[in-house]
T-cell receptor, first 114, second 113 residues
Framework: EAQVTQNPRYLITVTGKKLTVTCSQNMNHEYMSWYRQDPGLGLRQIYYSMNVEVTDKGDVPEGYKVSRKEKRNFPLILESPSPNQTSLYFC?????????????FGEGSRLTVL | AQTVTQSQPEMSVQEAETVTLSCTYDTSESDYYLFWYKQPPSRQMILVIRQEAYKQQNATENRFSVNFQKAAKSFSLKISDSQLGDAAMYFCAYRRGANKLIFGTGTLLAVQP
C-alpha cells in the first residue's frame, strides 16, 4: 500500500529536549515536505526537499532542521523545542517532473511542548 | 506573494442538501493548480478535487464540483447531496511549480441529519 508514515503520532515533551519526527514514504517520490497546522492559520510549510541531499526552507523554518540522506526518509528535527512549536505536523510527498499537484500526506504528528 | 483566502470559518448544511465553500486567491501567474483537500476528524488530508488553471472546464468528482473563475481568482467547492461523512475541515490550496502548496485557513463543515 502506497503511504507516507510518520512517527510518533503523539508526543508530549519539555522545553529544550531534542526530538525527531520521522517520515518515510514507499512511493519512490523525489519531493518531500513538512507542514505544521495551527488553528486559524491553515497549513504552513516548514522545509521541503526536491531530492536526496537537496533541502530548502519553507515559510516557517525557524527552530527546525531536516535532512534527506535517503530518498524515502525525511526526518524533522527540533533541536531545542519551545512551547510555540506545539502543533500538528504533517509530512507529505509527491513525484517531481511535470507537477500534477497532488501531495500525499502522512497521518500527522501531534506535538505538545511543555 | 501568493495567498489563499477562505472567508467562511464554519459552514453548516442539512443532509442531502447542497453547500458551497468559498475560496479566493491572489497570484500574478497564469499557469498554476488549485485544490480542495478534506480533513476529517481522523486528521488525514484527503485530496477532493484538482483544477488546472489553463483548463476552462470546471472539474467534477462525483458529488463534488468547482466553480473556477480565473479572472476573479475564485475557486469555490460545491458539495451536492451532502452526506454525514462529508463533515470535515476543508482546505483550499494553490500550487505553482514544484516547491509547495499554499493553503487557506480552512472551513469547518458540519452536516446536520
Amino acid at each position: 500500500e502506497a503511504q507516507v508514515t510518520q512517527n510518533p503520532r503523539y508526543l508530549i515533551t519539555v522545553t529544550g529536549k531534542k526530538l525527531t519526527v520521522t517520515c518515510s514514504q514507499n512511493m519512490n517520490h523525489e519531493y518531500m515536505s513538512w507542514y505544521r497546522q495551527d488553528p486559524g492559520l491553515g497549513l504552513r510549510q516548514i522545509y521541503y526537499s526536491m531530492n536526496v541531499e537537496v533541502t530548502d526552507k519553507g515559510d516557517v523554518p525557524e527552530g527546525y532542521k531536516v535532512s534527506r540522506k535517503e530518498k524515502r526518509n525525511f526526518p524533522l528535527i527540533l533541536e531545542s523545542p519551545s512551547p510555540n512549536q506545539t502543533s500538528l505536523y504533517f509530512c507529505a510527498s509527491s513525484s517531481s517532473g511535470q507537477f500534477t499537484g497532488e501531495l500525499f500526506f502522512g497521518e500527522g504528528s501531534r506535538l505538545t511542548v511543555l | 506573494a501568493q495567498t489563499v483566502t477562505q472567508s467562511q470559518p464554519e459552514m453548516s448544511v442539512q443532509e442531502a442538501e447542497t453547500v458551497t465553500l468559498s475560496c479566493t486567491y491572489d497570484t500574478s501567474e497564469s499557469d498554476y493548480y488549485l485544490f480542495w483537500y478534506k480533513q476529517p476528524p481522523s486528521r488525514q488530508m484527503i485530496l477532493v478535487i484538482r483544477q488546472e488553471a489553463y483548463k476552462q472546464q470546471n472539474a467534477t468528482e462525483n458529488r463534488f464540483s468547482v466553480n473556477f473563475q480565473k479572472a476573479a481568482k475564485s475557486f469555490s467547492l460545491k458539495i451536492s447531496d451532502s452526506q454525514l461523512g462529508d463533515a470535515a475541515m476543508y482546505f483550499c490550496a494553490y500550487r505553482r511549480g514544484a516547491n509547495k502548496l499554499i493553503f487557506g485557513t480552512g472551513t469547518l463543515l458540519a452536516v446536520q441529519p
